[in-house]
Every structure is written in C-alpha cells, then in structure tokens.
C-alpha cells in the first residue's frame, strides 16, 4: 500500500505527540520535519529517523511527496507555515488556537479556497470518545433540544508558566468553546466574561464566560490552571449538556489510571495521547488518522469544520475583551 507522506512544523511537545501518532499509523509516513531548533531537528532525524529535516519550513515545502502538513508551531505563529504548505499544494491540520487572530485564520481559509487542498482545526477533543458520544446523543435527539452547556478545563498550576504566553481564552478555552459551538449548533451573539489576572500578566489564571447563542442554547464555560501540581492530577475537566429530554454529562476527575504511591497520587490521562511502550493511543492519533484517509482518498474532512473554529476566535476574542474590559460583548 503506498503510504501518505506526512510533514511536521514544530517538533516541540505536542509536535512530538504528533509525531509519535502519525508513526503508529501504518498508512502514514512521517517524510520531514522542520524546527527552528537544532536539537529538535536532532531529535526528529537521530531518534525518530526522519528522513528529511530543515529549518525554514519553507524549504520542507518543496518536496513534491508530501500531501499533509501538520502546523505545531507556538499559538501566534501558525500562519506562515500554514499559507507556505498550502500554497505548495499541501493538506493542512493547524493545532488549536488556529490563530491567535481571527483575522489570519480568514487568510488561511481563502488559501485554502484558491489551492483547492483542506485546512482543518486541531480540535481534537471531536475525536475523544466521551466528547463525540454527547454530540452523537444530541444528533440522535436522545437529549430533545439543547438548553444549557456548562464545561470546565483545569490544569496544573506549573504549566501557566509556559502558556502564560497565550491568552487562557486562546490556550485552553478554545478547546470547550468549539465543542459548545458543535453541540448547540448555532453561533454565539453575547458574551460575558470574568477573570482573575495575576499581576505582570494579561492572560487570566482563571476565566469564566458565559455565552448566549442565536437559537437560545446557553453556555458556561470555566477555564482555570490552579489546580496544584501535587494533587496529582493533570486533567480534571467536565461537560454537561442539558436538553429538554435528558441530560449527558461527564468528569474526567477520576477517568485517568490513578497511582497511589509512596510519593502521593499521580494521574495517567489515557484519553488524549499516551505512549504505552510504542503502542500509541488516544484521541489525537485517531484525529490524525481521520485527516491522513481524508488526504489519501481525497474525501471531505467534514468532523472537524474551520468555520466553526473561525467563529470559536470570534467569540474568543469577545471573552478576552469582556473579561478585560469587564463589560458585555455583542458579536
Ligand atoms: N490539541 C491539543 O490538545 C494541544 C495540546 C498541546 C499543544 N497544542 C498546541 O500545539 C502548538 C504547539 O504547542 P507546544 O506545547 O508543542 O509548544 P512548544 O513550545 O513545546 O513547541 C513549539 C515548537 O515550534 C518550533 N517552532 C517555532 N516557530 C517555528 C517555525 N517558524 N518553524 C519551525 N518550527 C518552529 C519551536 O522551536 C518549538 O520546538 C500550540 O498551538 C499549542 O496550543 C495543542
């Protein structure tokens, strides 16, 4: 079987979940990789045996071979390479946030229309099993019509110090908002937000918003990185979906495989992307398996949707600014 030739920009953390998922994919071939980062570059070819690695991401760009491009660089600097791949005639999956600017993911949408190739979201949490059954409900009517959506993501407190550098909204809520947005199936026209902003930064530790869509659907959604690293906890997230039929809820706080150990607890989420002694599992290489067949066979990768994320940085930008500005916001 020939196998679809994969290149990666951005070989950081998830670059490398990435990476480590693609190579479980026995139709995919991961071709290139580019990094700014020698040692990642390093990495990529020593480690992984990459055949090809470069700096410029431009220069990946070139081999003719290629047919999907994922764009793991840091959250604002996902334009270049996605407009460089797809005018190159590449696929394309950007990682969440699209962009940090709704306007630069209406750029790469118009490129996507004139090179005739898909961009598409990495809006993974579509693929995680829990997530796409309460859509699944919703779709089969099994919740009658949806009036409330209420989510929270926690994470530990020490990874705000990296991802500080992106505004909360964009970071972490992006992942709730575009699933808000699936469920209720329509488009968001007010905003309220609230956060709590630690002195020095512009991106809140935690951050409430409230959201009232066209069709009447209305969301809460909660974001916060206060949970402390030494409850052993790294996800502890919930959803909950009431409709005028049945409610669908769920809480990641125990779904993890907990050890109780010596040390305190600690928590093996195996729900997004775990490595089990090269076995790899998880929602991420389901998503990227998806998107790989969607380029080999040439079909429409229609579970994931860049309208829907394009409007998700619309309504993202509206929290940011009402959370900020601490007033209500209409779209
Ligand atoms: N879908 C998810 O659940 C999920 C999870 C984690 C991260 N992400 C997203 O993935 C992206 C990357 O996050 P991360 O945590 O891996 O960041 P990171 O800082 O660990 O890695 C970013 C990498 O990009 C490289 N890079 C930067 N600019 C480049 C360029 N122009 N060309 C080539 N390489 C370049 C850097 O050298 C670095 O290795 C972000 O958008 C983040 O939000 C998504």
């Known amino acids: 079987m020939e196998r679809l030739k994969v290149g990666i920009v ?29 040692e990642r570059r390093q990495l990529a070819k020593e480690q992984y045996g990459v055949p090809h690695v470069f700096e410029d991401a431009e220069s990946m760009m070139q081999l003719p071979e290629i047919g999907l491009v994922s764009v793991v660089t840091y959250e604002q600097d996902h334009l270049r390479p996605a407009l460089l791949a797809l005018s190159a005639g590449k696929n394309v999956l950007v ?8 306007e630069e993911a209406r750029m790469m949408r118009e490129a996507a ?7 598409v ?34 994470r530990e407190s020490s990874l705000f110090r990296t ?32 956060g709590r902003f630690p002195p020095g930064t512009d991106s809140p530790e935690v951050l409430w918003a409230h959201l009232a869509f066209d ?26 979906v009431i409709g005028d039929k049945g409610t669908a809820c769920f809480d990641t706080v125990a779904a993890g495989v907990q050890l109780l150990g010596a040390g305190g607890r600690r928590t093996t989420d195996l729900s997004v992307h775990r490595n089990q002694d090269g076995r790899v599992t ?15 066979n040439g079909t429409d990768p229609d579970m994931l949707s860049f309208e829907d994320a394009i409007h998700g940085l619309e ?17």
């Open 10 to 38: 951005g070989l950081g953390s998830w670059g490398l979940c990435h990476l480590e998922a693609y190579r479980d994919l026995p139709f995919v071939e991961v071709a290139a990789v580019s990094d700014i980062r020698p």
């Open 95 to 102: 990682e969440k946030p699209v962009a940090t600017k709704t």
């Open 113 to 119: 229309e004139k090179s005739g190739k898909f961009i």
């Open 121 to 154: 979201p990495g809006h993974l949490l579509r693929f995680e099993p829990k997530y796409a059954e309460i859509r699944r409900m919703i779709a089969a009517g099994e919740l009658g019509k949806v009036a409330s959506i209420y989510m929270k993501r926690s």
């Open 163 to 194: 991802y500080r550098r992106t505004h909360t909204v964009h970071e972490l809520m992006v992942h709730d908002l575009d699933q808000a947005i699936w469920y209720a199936g329509g488009r968001v026209k007010r905003v309220y937000a609230n």
């Open 215 to 240: 069709n009447g659907v209305i969301a809460v959604l909660h974001a916060n990185w206060m949970t402390p690293d030494e409850a052993g906890i790294a996800i502890n997230d919930c959803t909950e």
């Open 282 to 296: 998880g929602a991420l290489k389901e998503q990227l398996a998806y998107v790989s067949l969607c380029a080999m």
């Open 315 to 331: 309504v993202a930008e509206a929290i940011a600014a009402s959370a900020w500005e601490g007033r209500v916001v209409d779209l």
